[in-house]
């Protein structure tokens, strides 16, 4: 089938982008001697996990426990669920994931950890340490003491230290110091960590934007990007790719078109409301449309004001949209179509979608 036959809105990947993304990322991992553990909630395919576990990653991460089940498909090795485990329903799926494959869970709370050890889930466990972001993690000085305690509760195996560097979003001089700090902070830990012969065998960092410096953080030894399989324009604003390594658009045909704008068939529920990181009124670029600006939307109504546009399309016609966030437009959709040169080639459910438990 060819791209132009298929009926939209429809969330596209080129693969041959998406394939390239791949093999620089498995390839800088092993250059440095990183393990690679992707963040799989930018796809929520078990089929591209499985092709990332081909190109060497050491596991697959998921953020919740229903996606840890979607992701069993992929056969990993080890899925760590990168994500404060809490309640009866999740422990008991979590177990039923442990009896397929190794767990590895993220946490910051002794509360987490005893609730685990109490429901008898044999997991291996990653203190969660705060190196700036301030989302979860204990601060640097605690994560001794949190360790301690999961070292001492039955069923957990203690294997190291897990952090998100997400606050550090380009190389401006603002992040330059972030990088510092983390770096500095995270040195501090390890030394602390080690006087009292508690070495982790797992520091689980990493992100998209500060990837290809990931070698720069001594003592970090595992990367767990997400976005990088296809990027977005959040990854290209923040510097850490070029659009041409954008590989994940949104086809959508104009339904309604007047002097100075036109409207296309998707809303927030289609691309997301989320505006660009780095500042920005547009809800996605126009692809080869220059002047075109993606400014408002309704659920399934896009607004573009097209004064400024010379090649604006007719009623009818399409346009392909590059989003600001695609790991929230992905759960938004229900498949997603890999094209090389204008043919889709393959398909795959979304299987991950709506996982949110
Ligand atoms: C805990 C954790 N690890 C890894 C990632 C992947 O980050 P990115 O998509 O920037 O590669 C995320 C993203 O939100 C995350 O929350």
Redesign the pocket.
């Known amino acids: 089938m060819h791209i132009s036959e298929l009926e939209t809105p429809a969330l596209v990947v080129d693969l041959d982008i998406m394939e390239r993304n791949l093999s620089r990322v498995a390839g800088y991992a092993r250059e440095h001697h990183l393990r690679l553990r992707p963040?799989t909630?930018?796809h929520k395919v078990p089929a591209l996990g499985k092709r990332q576990l081909g190109l060497g990653a050491v596991g697959l991460?998921v953020?919740k426990t229903t996606e840890a089940e979607v992701m069993l498909d992929a056969e990993p090795a080890d899925l760590l669920v990168?994500?404060p485990v809490m309640g009866a329903q999740k422990l008991d799926r979590l177990r039923r994931v442990a009896k397929r494959t190794q767990v590895t869970v993220?946490l910051d709370s002794a509360e987490a950890a005893r609730a685990l050890s109490a429901a008898g889930v044999d997991v291996r466990v990653l203190v969660e340490v705060d190196l700036g972001l301030g989302r979860t993690g204990v601060a640097p000085g605690d994560v001794a003491a949190l360790v301690q305690e999961v070292v001492a509760l039955p069923h957990l195996d203690w294997d190291g230290l897990?952090f998100?560097p997400?606050h550090i979003k380009g190389m401006t001089g603002e992040d330059e110091a972030r990088l510092a700090r983390l770096r500095r902070d995270l040195h501090d830990v390890l030394l602390t960590l080690t006087a009292l012969r508690l070495v982790p065998r797992v520091v689980s960092g990493?992100?998209?934007?500060l990837?290809f410096h990931s070698h720069t953080i001594e003592g970090m030894n595992e990367i767990?990007?997400?976005?990088?399989i296809f990027n977005d324009l959040n990854t290209a604003a923040m510097g850490a790719c070029g659009l041409e390594d954008c590989a994940a658009t949104i086809i959508a045909t104009v339904v309604s078109r007047r002097e100075g704008h036109m409207i296309i068939d998707g809303g927030s529920k289609t691309f997301s409301s989320d505006r660009l990181a780095t500042g920005g009124a547009d809800f996605g670029q126009i692809v080869g449309m220059p002047g075109a600006v993606f400014h408002k939307m309704n659920e399934e109504h896009g607004y573009v004001d097209i004064r400024e546009c010379k090649n604006a399309p007719a009623v009818g016609e399409r346009v392909q949209v590059l989003p600001n966030h695609i790991?929230v437009a992905v759960n938004l959709h229900e498949r997603i179509y890999g094209v090389r040169q204008g043919t889709v080639e393959e398909s795959w459910t979304v299987a991950g979608r709506g996982k949110l438990q």
């Open positions: 963040h909630k930018t991460t953020a990168a994500y993220a897990m998100y997400g990493g992100s998209t934007p990837l767990r990007p997400g976005t990088y790991c």
